[in-house]
């Protein structure tokens, strides 16, 4: 069971990216069977399939490839024997037995059956197949496409485990559900590499150095079991899949949600961070309001925020100042060009328009609705999301997160900042409580704790979030002492902070509130010079002494020395070509191609938008295609809802309760 070539490692070949690889199988490889006659077939799904589907293909490109109907395989369905039928199914007992019922009996609900796997199918699955003779003689095609996995965007995706956090630090006795949660995620993780024939050197987060009397927890092996059961896998591909890498293409780094617990709490800045943030969104469906047909009122509109929308694609990295000073020089230039928008602005009537003039106002009209539509959207989300800033007081707040972070604030400027700030919802005072609880956790634990709970006013489902950071293990800080002379005194030991993060070597902060980053960013830039400790990062298989050398950029930039400029709220400039200068599509218009071996990187227990952000920047500085992956994306909301649900089930001592 193999697949045809449909795309190239990142080893050689034509350059094609993670998405373009995954939407071409898909409606190539799949939709288009090569022993098919027929011109118009039903495509049968399960609740996963569609999913991956949907994330990387339009409904238009399904007909296109002559699909006609999109069927539910667990749904009552009606018979069309005249037509042929695409499975595209998991591998279960369930969706094996009904597809064989479909296909059996004195009438079939389909002509003929071409069946796709989106994983590996076990032995005892096609002996079940292959002993139904019925079933068998209306088969088409019986393949593995090994693609189980839902692309967030061209350089994310997920394994859709949206339960993968609780299952793997929610109850240390049950390993029975953690083990297959890990087992499904491999096997998930695993698909991926097979689409783009990537055969990775897998890197992992050891487990941390415990004295000898200490016995390793289940949580500390997460990445180590998760590594071997994709490194199983990847074992079988090599002997199974025709054309499958035999020698290592490229870098697969193993993480889970421990490595960085502030990220998923923190205030993010971008545009892409905010949105998911502040306003109500379904994954990437956002609601809102535009004026109805009548013009009376007004109606609601759901639109994706995805890579369709070119506005979109350029500002969501951008921090919302930036976002909001692009957006609005955007629609002043839009205005002063197109001509429908400066007849419309200029007559207060129509009935003052010659006709002449009215020509070209319906010649406009078309492209002026749809861009003034997209244009509107984006100025009315960034309006909401600088009014929502304004209104619970979240410069403050941010600025405060952030120092607490980089080590330049402590214990009494959160008290000062609680006692003054009365503005500021429950929400964001439990990320702050828990901002400070992993920075300063002795600061936090007892009487003290207690007094600083009850000043952020948290309910008893905000304390045992709080406490349930520790599920995720300790946040790395350092010392950072607050003396400035050469010769540190004995009592500048009572002065001393704690930081989370160091400022980046050779970066700039342009704008307020953007010095934070994730942890993430810090680990694939090691990866990349062969800088990541061996001791703390694992190999599976152990890479050769040239391979760093050869997968770095030749033209690497020298290391530029910290500028403390004070960032600003400041207008950005329109380059030459009529992009921003930092503008995403900018830089695509210019031709780069990406080059060197693809990084993945996979967090288990839900990545960030932050995290997305690096992996986007990260690539265009590296010259390497960054991928990330992981079991969910995660919003701040939804992470404190998993933290408060879960329950640490095991014995603890007295000194552990926080009273």
């Not at 094609?16 to 288009?32: A, D, G, S, V």
């Not at 071409?114 to 199918?121: A, G, K, L, Q, Y």
């Not at 400022?503 to 704008?511: A, K, P, S």
Request: glycine letters at 4%.
């Amino acid at each position: 069971m193999s697949f045809s070539d449909s795309g190239s490692s990142s080893n050689g070949g034509d350059y094609k990216t993670f998405r373009q690889i995954t939407r071409e199988r898909l409606l190539y490889e799949m939709l288009r069977p090569e022993s098919s006659k027929s011109t118009w077939k039903v495509l049968v799904v399960d609740n996963l399939t569609v999913k991956i589907l949907s994330s990387a293909c339009k409904m238009s490109e399904f007909t296109q490839q002559g699909i006609s109907l999109v069927e539910i395989i667990t749904k009552p369905r009606q018979p069309m024997t005249s037509m042929e039928a695409i499975y595209f199914i998991q591998p279960t007992e369930a969706n094996v037995n009904a597809f064989l019922s479909d296909m059996t009996g004195q009438s079939p609900l389909y002509k003929k059956a071409f069946v796709f796997f989106s994983s590996p199918v076990s032995r005892s699955l096609v002996t079940l197949i292959r002993k139904d003779t019925r079933a068998m003689k209306r088969i088409g095609a019986l393949k593995e496409m090994n693609l189980e996995y839902i692309s967030m965007d061209s350089q994310g995706f997920i394994t859709s485990n949206e339960n993968a956090l609780e299952d793997l630090y929610n109850d240390e006795e049950n390993h029975q559900r953690a083990d297959a949660c890990l087992n499904v995620v491999a096997k998930r993780i695993a698909t991926v590499l097979a689409s783009l024939k990537e055969y990775p050197f897998v890197r992992y987060r050891g487990a941390k150095g415990l004295d000898a009397t200490t016995m390793t927890t289940y949580r500390e092996l997460i990445p180590t079991k998760l590594a071997a059961s994709v490194w199983n896998c990847l074992t079988k591909y090599k002997q199974t899949i025709e054309d499958f890498p035999q020698t290592e293409t490229c870098e697969l780094l193993i993480l889970d949600r421990s490595i960085d617990q502030i990220a998923p709490i923190i205030h993010e800045w971008t545009y892409d961070a905010m949105c998911h943030d502040l306003l109500k969104m379904e994954g990437n469906k956002y609601t809102h309001e535009v004026p109805s047909k009548t013009g009376d009122n007004t109606e609601k509109k759901d639109v994706l925020l995805d890579e369709e929308d070119p506005i979109w694609v350029e500002l969501r990295d951008a921090h919302i100042a930036d976002a909001s000073e692009r957006l609005h020089e955007k629609m002043t230039n839009f205005v002063s060009k197109n001509k429908a928008a400066q007849l419309k602005q200029s007559s207060k009537d129509f009935g003052d328009l010659s006709s002449k003039d009215l020509q070209k106002m319906v010649h406009a009209l078309p492209q002026y609705s749809e861009q003034i539509d997209k244009l509107s959207l984006h100025v009315d989300i960034a309006r909401t999301i600088n009014r929502t800033i304004m209104e619970q007081g979240l410069r403050e707040l941010g600025q405060l997160e952030q120092d607490l972070v980089f080590g330049d604030a402590g214990r009494k400027d959160v008290i000062k900042f609680l006692s003054t700030n009365n503005d500021i919802n429950k929400e964001s005072k439990l990320r702050l409580m828990m901002i400070f609880a992993e920075i300063y956790p002795k600061k936090f634990a007892g009487e003290k704790g207690r007094k600083m709970m009850e000043l952020a006013e948290l309910t008893g489902d905000d304390v045992v979030a709080v406490n349930n950071l520790r599920l995720l293990g300790p946040v790395h800080t350092e010392c950072k002492s607050s003396t400035t002379g050469s010769f540190p005194l004995k009592f500048d030991v009572l002065k001393t902070k704690r930081a989370a993060r160091r400022d980046r070597v050779g970066e700039t902060q342009t704008w307020m509130l953007s010095r934070f980053y994730p942890i993430v960013e810090e680990l694939v830039e090691k990866l990349n010079k062969g800088h990541l400790p061996k001791q703390d990062y694992p190999c599976m298989n152990e890479p050769r002494p040239t391979f760093y050398s050869s997968s770095q950029s030749p033209s690497a930039s020298p290391v530029l020395p910290h500028s403390r400029r004070t960032p600003s709220w400041a207008r950005r400039h329109l380059s030459d070509d009529g992009y921003f200068s930092d503008s995403v599509l900018g830089r695509a218009s210019s031709g780069i191609k990406k080059k060197g071996q693809r990084i993945f990187v996979f967090i288990v227990g839900g990545a960030t938008r932050s995290e997305l952000r690096a992996c986007h920047k990260l690539t265009e500085k590296l010259d390497r295609e960054i991928i990330l992956g992981s079991s969910s994306f995660l919003d701040p909301h939804t992470f404190l809802t998993k933290m408060k649900q879960m329950n640490e089930e095991e014995e603890i001592s007295l000194d552990d309760i926080d009273i």
